[in-house]
């Protein structure tokens, strides 16, 4: 995990939060899935990879009050931090490899990954990971990854990334949980390069 680590901090701290090649001033697409995922206000909400993203922000805004960001970064947690000022108060958070963390003190209702899972090139990486999302995630809960799709790009920050349509995510994940929906975004990146997102909304089947 040092290497990882070490590799996204040296990113943080040589970049600012808003030139990131994934920097999106608001996560539009992220914040109308959970709105379709129909969860309550209250329900637990984490955002893996979270970083400097505004997604917390604006689910602060729009009422949520149970979330928690998880990042392997220390720096970008705290830009985070210091940008939500005295309201960062009201968030958990956790610095952490999501393929590391222990899951026996995590539970939660929505799980949001944007850009994270498409880095693990690893197998067993992806099976850490996914044991982390099934044993914190509750039946019938939901989760949200967006991933680099088909026509995206073959590295991001120097590394090399996994693509995915959501035929080939589903059957990564495994059948412990359904597609619901998909969207393709075109994102358009800080130095004005489109890059392709693939969307997915899944749930958890309850057993």
Request: aromatic share 8%; glycine share 8%.
């Amino acid at each position: 995990m040092t290497d990882k680590r070490t590799h996204w901090e040296s990113i943080y701290q040589t970049k600012k939060p808003d030139s990131v090649s994934w920097y999106q001033p608001s996560l539009r697409l992220s914040l109308e899935l959970i709105r379709r995922a129909g969860i309550a206000k209250g329900a637990a909400l984490v955002d893996v990879g979270g970083g400097t993203s505004t997604l917390v922000d604006d689910l602060l805004s729009l009422g949520y009050s149970n979330i928690t960001v998880l990042d392997i970064s220390t720096q970008g947690l705290d830009y985070s931090k210091a940008r939500l000022g005295p309201r960062a108060k009201s968030v958990k958070w956790i610095v952490g490899d999501i393929t590391a963390v222990d899951p026996s003190q995590l539970s939660f209702d929505i799980w949001h990954d944007r850009a994270v899972f498409h880095f693990l090139v690893e197998e067993q990486d992806r099976k850490k990971y996914c044991n982390v999302l099934e044993a914190s995630l509750r039946p019938g809960g939901f989760i949200i990854i967006a991933t680099f799709g088909p026509n995206g790009p073959m590295k991001c920050s120097g590394l090399q990334i996994v693509r995915y349509d959501p035929n080939s995510l589903l059957l990564t994940l495994g059948n412990s949980f359904k597609l619901i929906s998909s969207e393709v975004e075109l994102h358009r990146t800080p130095s004005d390069k489109t890059q392709e997102f693939v969307y997915c909304l899944l749930q958890k089947v309850k057993t």
